[in-house]
């Protein structure tokens, strides 16, 4: 079974530029998760979506942070603009309805903007 | 204060040694409590996880979870060079809140 599969790994941009990270879960998890983790620090959740519907987006600076799953499937995130404070790495998670403790994840997209 | 609290380390210790690692946590609501595994540049994994009080046993891990004390281990029986990673503890409350928060990790290193 392939595990949750992120891309690009690694991207450096400049800041102000637009960034975009995808994310393609386990099959048959509605469950998808995106994380921020600081260097030093553990994974903070961003966004939840249960299969399309995006249930808690508290944590989303949604003025420059937005994403998407549209078919409920894979998912999308985006940030535009990049700041500095953005270099980070996002993690992309995903489980299913019958094991929600059992979470699993991406090996994440390593942002850097200068 | 944070809700979730974990030592960063590092933690050395030799190879064969028992290593205990622990969160403590102020949130009450708290009932599943799960321990990730990572190595450097690599996303979590889950070892194990438990629900409410209580010990879970899978081969050298063990979990251990005190609700009173809002206080959780794992422990790592004959450690070897390969666990030298840094562990994450996170926890959710109930049936219907999925929202995990996770302790900063602790970096583990095991020399051989």
């Known amino acids: 079974e392939a595990g949750v599969v992120q891309s690009p790994r690694y991207k450096i941009i400049e800041k102000k530029q637009p960034v975009a990270f995808w994310c393609n879960p386990i099959s048959g998890h509605n469950t998808l998760y995106w994380y921020l983790q600081n260097l030093g620090q553990g994974p903070e959740l961003l966004i939840r979506?249960?299969?399309?519907?995006?249930?808690?987006d508290s944590q989303l600076p949604k003025d420059r942070f937005s994403a998407e799953r549209l078919k409920g499937v894979d998912s999308t995130l985006k940030i535009q603009p990049a700041e500095l404070g953005d270099s980070a790495v996002y993690l992309c998670?995903?489980?299913?309805?019958?094991?929600?403790?059992?979470?699993?994840f991406g090996p994440g997209t390593r942002l850097t903007v200068t | 204060q944070k809700e979730v609290e974990q030592d960063p380390g590092p933690l050395s210790v030799p190879e064969g040694a028992i290593v205990s690692l622990n969160c403590t946590y102020s949130?009450?609501?708290?009932?599943?409590f799960m321990w990730y595994r990572q190595y450097s540049r690599k996303g979590p994994e889950l070892l194990m996880y438990t629900y409410s009080s209580g010990n879970k046993e899978d081969g050298r891990f063990t979990a251990q979870v005190d609700k009173s004390s809002k206080y959780i281990s794992l422990f790592i029986r004959d450690s070897q060079p390969s666990d030298s990673a840094t562990y994450l503890c996170a926890m959710r409350g109930g049936s219907g809140t999925y929202k995990y928060i996770f302790g900063t990790g602790t970096r583990l290193k095991v020399l051989a």
């Open positions: 979506y249960e299969n399309e519907e995006a249930v808690d």
């Open positions: 949130n009450s609501a708290f009932q599943y």
């Open positions: 998670a995903s489980s299913s309805r019958t094991a929600r403790s059992e979470q699993y």
